[in-house]
Structure formats: structure tokens, C-alpha cells
């Protein structure tokens, strides 16, 4: 699932994101327009997304 804050473009992926949204965010089963956390796409690429 992808969440994205209210008024902005970034998705996120990772429920241990710094910036994961917790308030005032819209969710989606595939991100819509807009771009992907880079946080997000390096915790993906190392093994550590959750």
C-alpha cells in the first residue's frame, strides 16, 4: 500500500520511513501521479522495507 500526505506528490512504501504519513494522507494500492520517496526506494533496495 502507498501512502501519500494530503497537498504533496511524493508516494511512500515503507512503513519504517522516516516520512511515512500517519495523518492526513490518502492511500492507494498503486501510486498515482507523482514521485516515489527516495527513502523509501533505498530501504527497498537494501533489504530493509517494511
Do not use: A
Amino acid at each position: 500500500m502507498y501512502r501519500q500526505i494530503k497537498g504533496k506528490d511524493v508516494w511512500h512504501f515503507c512503513t519504517n520511513c522516516s516520512m511515512w504519513p500517519t495523518s492526513d494522507y490518502k492511500e492507494s494500492e498503486s501510486p498515482t501521479p507523482g514521485e516515489l520517496c527516495n527513502e523509501c526506494k533505498s530501504k527497498k533496495k537494501s533489504g530493509e522495507c517494511r
